[in-house]
């Protein structure tokens, strides 16, 4: 089975600095995808940031960047010139590319709360 | 991005009932849906998947009798909660992907209370 762990239950970054939240997953599946995922106060899952295992190039979208390091089977998430915005929930995700049975659905870590101090 | 939408965002049922929790994808075909539980200050976790005109596939120790899961249309899933207990009070989410979607779209979750 495969596990996805966030071992950051808390993090705390200044407004406009920059933050990394740290991520490991366990699985046997050479092909996959990892997702980071913000949950604000509203509940609402926002997808920040994906990336296919089988891309060497680290995903990166705007502000938001990852360091996937597949052999480690660590993906973490880099938040620069962070904001007051981006305080929320965020947990990290998996799931195989191909699975059998027709039962694929995310596989979340515990989540990590980033907290921003103005 | 695509929009999924959940109904009702909360609900407050007595013990006993069964309630109703709708998923729709509003703006693209959902061949696969899923639905998950998080209980307050925790993860989400997967209860179902569902693939539209099939049986749904639950996770291990999801009761399939207690939590109803019809997927009857390629734009609505349904969650249907059986004789509901207090426990089985949570934060339902549903999410729902297209053929050509590498990620599934969240619905905004259903708040359900049984007292």
């Known amino acids: 089975a495969q596990t996805v762990t966030q071992s950051q239950p808390e993090m705390s970054v200044q407004e406009a600095e920059t933050v990394t939240l740290s991520c490991t997953y366990d699985t046997s599946e050479s092909d996959y995808y990892l997702f980071w995922y913000k949950q604000p106060p509203s509940r609402q899952m926002i997808l920040v940031i994906r990336q296919e295992a089988y891309k060497q190039q680290n995903a990166t979208e705007n502000r938001f960047s990852v360091n996937f390091q597949k052999a480690a089977k660590s993906f973490s998430l880099k938040i620069s010139d962070s904001q007051l915005g981006d305080a929320a929930m965020y947990f990290c995700?998996?799931?195989?590319?191909?699975?059998?049975?027709?039962?694929?659905?995310?596989?979340f870590g515990k989540g990590t709360h980033l907290i921003i101090q103005p | 991005g695509a929009v999924v939408s959940q109904h009702p965002s909360r609900v407050i049922c007595k013990s006993g009932t069964s309630v109703k929790i709708e998923c729709r994808s509003l703006d693209f075909q959902a061949t696969t849906m899923f639905w998950y539980r998080q209980f307050p200050k925790q993860s989400l976790m997967l209860m179902a998947t569902?693939?539209?005109?099939?049986?749904?596939?639950?996770e291990q120790g999801v009761e399939k009798d207690k939590f109803l899961i019809n997927h009857a249309s390629l734009t609505l899933s349904t969650l249907t909660v059986t004789s509901a207990h207090p426990e089985d009070s949570s934060f339902y989410i549903c999410s729902a992907r297209g053929d050509l979607n590498t990620e599934a779209f969240f619905g905004q979750g259903t708040r359900l209370t049984v007292v």
């Open positions: 569902s693939n539209e005109g099939s049986k749904a596939t639950y």
């Open positions: 995700a998996y799931r195989p590319r191909y699975s059998g049975g027709g039962a694929d659905g995310l596989t």
